[in-house]
């Protein structure tokens, strides 16, 4: 399916999502927190979708919102989309874990709460990827300052 | 009833051992806790971040010009797929059209990365399940592709040959004779993997049905690469996505569908095949013209996002860059394809014996730097 197609159907399973129109290749869809884990499901349950890879998934700090993207693509279809999702709570930013339909997302949670303090509810093993555990903020939200370590020019 | 006193004159519990950081199999500084009872494996739980350098935070100060650099220092032995793979998301950005030449040499040097990159492999997966002198012969050959770099761009490892636009300066006079040279050789050589290891009986007993990964958790777990292919899981980049000249060119994409540690070692073999294949359609058919098109001293990219994918040899490697509109990124990702192999080694090991686990981590052909960025 192309991206206007995958738009109409798309648009079909749940009627509150937001078609961002970013500079983008890809169908960008911005959903909201509640029917995140419910939209990916059924990206992934819906025989025409069939979105069953989950290629990359990032953290993002938008400045005032926290964001976590998720590019998926279909084996069977190979076509490609965007999931965006986003919250305005910096002290306490909670997702849904998609672990439970993409494995692959298992490692990519701990990896955005490591750097942006993202935590994902129902995660089986939440705790931080590279960086130690004692380890204080998370670098890559745009406010962290670490005058240590951090060359700015 | 003698089956229970056995068990409980052997009562057996669960302990950790730690393997690594400093281990020989686990190719750098990982370190894996494992939870074992006796000899089985109960559970594995990587440690990682010890070369952790933040390589992302690094990219939103730098410009894109220097981002091309700090990636030879992801996965270092697809340095110069890395660096391709960073300038064709500018490219893409900026809509550029780089020249048919730059595509050719692009993709030759590519697939003379993923032969290099693969003989180590084979002589490091020989020394893990206790063949030393695969070693030997994986470096005789690997080292005249190195050379024929280093006469290139100067480096043997860490390319840096490629930059937004187009590449660095041209191949040298000898590039053509010497790229050809090496094929004849490698194709005489190529065929002493097999009848030294591949057909070994104790290699094959200590790889076959070991580490299975099924065709439907390869998806999940979103492997890629070899370790996607060996269990029949069509995941080349170059075949479904195109880029630089791999559309021009014929190759089969190598599947094995028995999900094991031997067909992951069987996918890379016969890629080394299929990667000579590749270049030795384009090598005598490099086009005349530029080398580069000219860029701004200060690339700024449009806003927007963007992204690419490329296939390393260790699977799918995608960029992903936000931009503002300014010279920096405001946000880049890789998207690295050793992390999600490992995430996938606690479904293949957990369950088996230690043992096996070497022979099974030496299948994923881990690059640690790769997975920590």
Sequence with gaps: ?????????????????????????????????????????????????????????????????????????????????????????????????VTDIWKTAEFNEMEIFDFFGVKFTNHPNLKRLFLTPEWNGFPLRKDYVDEENMVIK | MKDQLIKDRFKTEEYFVNMGPQHPATHGVLRLILTIDGEIIKNIEPDLGYIHRSIEKMCERDSYQQIVHLTDRMDYLSSHINNEAVCLTVEKALEIEVPERVKVIRTIIAELTRIASHTLWWGVMGMDVGALTTYFLAFRDREMINDIFEETCGARLTMNYNIPGGLMFDIHPNFVKRVKEFIVLFRKNLPEYDSLLTNNVIFQKRTKGVGFLSYEDAISYGVSGPVARGSGYSSDVRKIHPYSAYDKVNFEEILFTEGDTLSRYKVRIAEMWESMKIIEQLIDHIPEGDIKVATNAVIKLPKGEFYQKVETARGELGVYINSTGTKNPYRVKFRSPGLSNLNALKQMAVGAKIGDLVATMASLDIVVPDIDR
């Design chain 1, 1 to 97: 399916m192309n991206n206007e197609e995958l738009k109409n159907t798309i648009a079909t399973i749940n009627s509150n999502l937001e078609f961002t129109e970013e500079a983008s290749e890809f169908l960008n869809v911005l959903v909201s927190k509640e029917d995140l884990h419910s939209l990916c499901a059924q990206l992934k349950a819906d025989e025409n979708l069939a979105f069953d890879y989950l290629f990359c998934m990032t953290g993002i700090d938008y400045g005032k919102e926290l964001g976590v993207i998720y590019h998926l693509e279909s084996v069977k279809h190979r076509h490609q989309m965007v999931v965006k999702v986003k919250t305005n709570d910096r002290e306490n930013p909670v997702f849904d874990s």
